[in-house]
Nanobody
Framework: QVQLVESGGGLVQAGASLRLSCAVS????????MGWFRQAPGKEREIVAA????????YHADSVKGRFTISRDSAKNTVYLQMNSLKPEDTANYYC????????????????????WGQGTQVTVSS
């Protein structure tokens, strides 16, 4: 059973940067496609970014493209979300998710494709 623990959230002003981390334990990171999702109050959970098993392919939602970057460090079994130029509309609880698979060069964009979820870390951006 994989365990995902997010960290790095906080309260920042618009224009600032944050880096979220997702520590993966239980199995090697190469066993999973990884994703970051977010959910704001009263809204549905939405995908932010996803990365393939070996990192060769990434997906970023249009709303964050050019500002956020997903990456993975297999040596540390950790996935990151670098968030730059934060906006108030980025305020949400951010979740790390893992999809167990043997597929390579593939990213998953739907929440229902993911098997395991972290508890989330809150990001609040003030104007």
């Amino acid at each position: 059973q994989v365990q995902l623990v997010e960290s790095g959230g906080g309260l920042v002003q618009a224009g600032a940067s944050l880096r979220l981390s997702c520590a993966v334990s239980g199995r090697t990171l190469h066993s999973y496609i990884m994703g970051w999702f977010r959910q704001a109050p009263g809204k549905e959970r939405e995908i932010v970014a996803a990365i393939s098993r070996y990192g060769g392919k990434q997906y970023h939602a249009d709303s964050v493209k050019g500002r956020f970057t997903i990456s993975r460090d297999s040596a540390k079994n950790t996935v990151y979300l670098q968030m730059n130029s934060l906006k108030p509309e980025d305020t949400a609880n951010y979740y790390c998710a893992a999809m167990a698979t043997t597929l390579t060069g593939y990213v998953a964009e739907r929440a229902d494709q993911y098997d395991s979820w972290g508890q989330g870390t809150q990001v609040t951006v003030s104007s």
